[in-house]
């Protein structure tokens, strides 16, 4: 049995057609909010880490590593 991408939850697959990658259409929705969420986070800071000077440009920079993991993590 697959689990739900988002909350894990055991999803049972359709006999034909595409596999189902989430439980619901409310995870569905959140998963697809939360990773356009990281992207934006991400660009974000690392505009903010060119525009400024060290030490803020590092920190900046190490935010937008965080927010690219945690991306990663959920596609």
């Known amino acids: 049995m697959a689990q739900c991408q988002r909350c894990g939850e055991g999803i049972v697959q359709p006999v034909t ?3 189902r990658r989430f439980c619901s259409d409310r995870c569905r929705r959140a998963h697809h909010q ?3 969420t990281l992207r934006r986070q991400v660009d974000r ?9 060290e030490p803020y440009s590092s920190y900046w920079a190490s935010l ?6 945690e991306l990663s993590k959920i596609t």
């Open 17 to 19: 057609g595409r596999p």
């Open 64 to 69: 937008a590593a965080d927010a690219q993991a």
């Open 45 to 53: 800071f690392l505009d903010l880490a060119a525009a400024n000077a």
């Open 34 to 36: 939360r990773a356009k």
